[in-house]
């Protein structure tokens, strides 16, 4: 499937090509810049497999693409072909004066580190945008979307909520697989949780965690930055 990709130029600006069914970049051969985020400070960017997030200097947020996963925080599960602000962010800034630090997508949700190392997460319950998938058929839901089977109630989190068992670790950085993610603690820990496929979240076996898990392994290390990729870590 065609994805999306994207860049931050010096001045913020944002160039974007390639795109999707949802239209986010709207299948642009060459990279050309979003109009809709012209001035407005962009210091990251982050694409996932079908929507991407940008953020600004002060601290707001942007969503655009494939929408039905939640993974827009956008509260109704629907597409966006431009970017649009991602409220719910926009008035917890408003009331506590704290503003996103980083995003990162993946396949169909999204982390995002407030000031105050909190971490907010939206989208596809698989990936840990609720912190509660217990496992199911993995490519069963990624692609045809399932809802309330496979043992679960409800895969989608439409708009941003804190992972409330993180609260208070601190966290340095997010980052999101196709259907895991993790974080990394400024004291250096490693947590990981959602789908186990492959054993991407380094807990020795293949099983999934429905909450933010330490991986044993970094212990004895002091890690300061993390990535996923669809199905690995490191």
């Known amino acids: 499937a065609p994805v999306p990709s994207a860049s931050v130029l010096r001045g913020a600006e944002v160039w974007t090509w390639g795109g999707s069914g949802a239209g ?17 400070g962009i210091t990251q960017v982050s694409c996932g497999w079908k929507h991407a997030v940008a953020v600004t200097a002060s601290g707001d947020v942007y969503s655009w693409g494939y929408g039905f996963s939640g993974q827009l925080g956008h509260e109704a599960s629907k597409p966006s072909a431009r970017p649009q602000p991602v409220k719910t962010l926009a008035l917890h800034k408003a009331l506590s004066h704290k503003r996103v630090l980083q995003v990162d997508c993946g396949g169909s949700h999204t982390l995002a580190v407030v000031e ?31 809802r ?87």
């Open 24 to 40: 986010q970049t709207g299948f642009v051969m060459w990279p050309t810049a979003m109009e809709e985020l012209q001035g407005k």
């Open 116 to 146: 105050g190392e909190d971490v907010y997460a939206w989208g596809n319950e698989y990936g840990g945008a609720t912190a509660g998938q217990t496992g199911g058929s993995w490519w069963r839901y990624l692609f045809f979307h399932p």
């Open 148 to 234: 309330g089977t496979e043992g679960c109630s409800t895969f989608l989190q439409t708009v941003p909520r804190p992972i409330a068992s993180l609260h208070g670790e601190r966290i340095r950085s997010v980052a999101c697989g196709g259907g895991h993610s993790m974080v990394c603690t400024m004291g250096g820990k490693v947590l990981t949780w959602g789908h186990g496929l492959n054993g991407c979240l380094g807990h020795g076996n293949t099983e999934s965690r429905s909450s933010p898990t330490i991986v044993k392994a970094l212990q004895s290390v002091h890690v300061t930055k993390v990535t996923c990729g669809w199905c690995h870590s490191g």
